[in-house]
């Protein structure tokens, strides 16, 4: 441990930046940047909950692009009870792809890994350096600089990850399931940057799993040309001693259609941070969320939803379950920008306390900067019925039982309406 909070994780960083590869110069950027805004700190805003002490001043080892792991017999194993028939797998770990592992790409997929061309690589590379600083630039205007260092670490680490490319006006019919397995005391940090083609349909896992001592800090930027239509599914079921931090942006072009369910049981502590930024007219979100926390656990949800022009509409359901001493965060903001009219947007996080040492903090918030739109947000924080409860135990099912059957009924709605039926059952199996 150290007095300085988070030196032991910069350091660890610093052992990146001097590796001489096509995107050792974006990386030193990234760090310089670093320096500037700072680690996540207990006395800033977005981040007076988290624990972050618990994983900045732990010694991890990174994960280098350039000397991948070799896996044992038991990672093998574990990687194929993820994997199910109906998809293309890609898989990676800690943070590297495993070609050996993966499926064949369908026709209308490119992806671009660390371990391929050099060329793609540095394009790569300057690609998600612009990423960050776009979004460095508009976090300066509509939040909390502070919130993009975790992206800057991430980009300080560059090489991990992959890039993903979808054709303009293809259809992908099986499910792209991208698998990160994670190692014990590695620092993992996978960078996607995904854009999907003008007309285009596909649909996407993100699925964190793994030893129940590493770091996972990813960043997913998602980009929607015109008409394109995307569902993702993300789901963060790590060791319960494991630290995850994601941020995952996604940019709507004109009749754009994004449908996401975030899903989080794993990790000592979790934090999902999801912006949405409607660009174009008649783009739509629909932003649900499913969380679990038992034991000592923390899981936290942040949402940023931006209309930044009218005739949008976004949706937003949070439900989550709180046991033993577990605690939870749900801050979600909604901003609706001048000239946005007839823009519409609707929040909601209900949390479901099955303990009276499970705290929640939920804060929904409406930012309304034109006229003529539709804005509603809601939260509720409450307790299991006692009238339900009596009702199951008349027939005959033990209080323990009934209270997990009502728990389980309370969240997993969110996930039977997700629409793609290959990942909504490959989900349903593994979470009930």
């Given at each position: ?12 960083i ?7 590869d ?16 700072g ?15 618990l ?6 080892t ?27 797998h ?30 793609d ?17 508009w976090?300066?205007?509509?939040y ?21 490319e ?6 992908i019919a099986q ?10 005391g ?40 015109d ?50 930024f409607?660009?174009?007219?008649d ?11 038992r034991?000592?656990q ?13 005739r ?14 577990s ?27 099955m ?39 008349s027939?005959?099912?033990?209080a323990?039982?009934?209270k ?20 909504r ?8």
């Amino acid at each position: 441990m150290t007095t300085e909070t988070g030196l032991p994780l910069l350091q660890a960083i610093r052992q990146l930046t001097p590796a001489q590869d096509a995107a050792a110069g974006q990386r030193a950027q990234a760090m310089a940047s670093l320096q500037d805004v700072g680690l996540p700190r207990r006395g800033l805003e977005t981040w007076k909950y988290s624990p972050v002490q618990l994983w900045q001043d732990v010694e991890w080892t990174p994960s280098l692009h350039f000397s991948p792991p070799a896996l044992t017999a038991e990672q093998k194993a574990e990687i194929q009870t993820q994997l199910a028939p109906g998809m293309t797998h890609l898989v990676f770990v800690n943070g590297h792809f495993q070609k050996e592992l993966s499926s064949p790409l369908p026709p209308g997929l490119k992806v671009v890994t660390g371990t391929g061309e050099p060329t793609d690589y540095a394009l790569a590379a300057r690609q998600g350096w612009q990423q960050q600083q776009q979004v460095q630039e508009w976090w300066k205007n509509s939040y909390s600089l502070h919130e993009t260092s975790m992206g800057l670490l991430n980009m300080a680490g560059y090489g991990q990850g992959a890039v993903l490319e979808v054709a303009p006006e293809t259809l992908i019919a099986q499910p792209v399931a991208l698998h990160f397995q994670s190692g014990a005391g590695q620092l993992v940090q996978p960078r996607l940057q995904i854009s999907v083609g003008a007309g285009s349909s596909v649909s996407f896992l993100e699925n964190y799993f793994g030893s129940s001592s590493s770091m996972t800090n990813v960043a997913t930027h998602l980009q929607l040309a015109d008409s394109a239509k995307v569902q993702c599914l993300r789901w963060m079921q790590a060791g319960k001693s494991s630290f995850h931090y994601g941020e995952s942006i996604a940019v709507l072009a004109a009749n754009s259609h994004l449908q996401s369910l975030s899903m989080q049981t794993g990790g000592r502590w979790s934090r999902h941070f999801l912006s949405v930024f409607h660009q174009g007219p008649d783009s739509f979100s629909k932003i649900d969320g499913i969380y679990w926390a038992r034991g000592e656990q923390q899981i936290e949800n942040y949402t940023n939803i931006e209309h930044l022009v009218g005739r949008c509409q976004s949706e937003q359901v949070y439900k989550g379950i709180l046991a033993d001493k577990s605690r939870g965060v749900f801050a979600g903001r909604v901003h609706i920008g001048k000239g946005a009219a007839l823009a519409s947007s609707s929040q909601l996080n209900q949390t479901l306390l099955m303990s009276s040492d499970a705290e929640m903090d939920s804060k929904p918030q409406l930012e309304i900067d034109a006229d003529d739109v539709k804005a509603t947000h809601g939260s509720t924080v409450g307790q299991l019925s006692a009238e339900e409860v009596f009702y199951l135990q008349s027939r005959a099912i033990d209080a323990v039982t009934a209270k997990q059957i009502l728990a389980e009924g309370f969240v997993t709605g969110l996930l039977t309406e997700f629409p793609q039926a290959t990942l909504r059952q490959w989900a349903l199996q593994r979470f009930v």
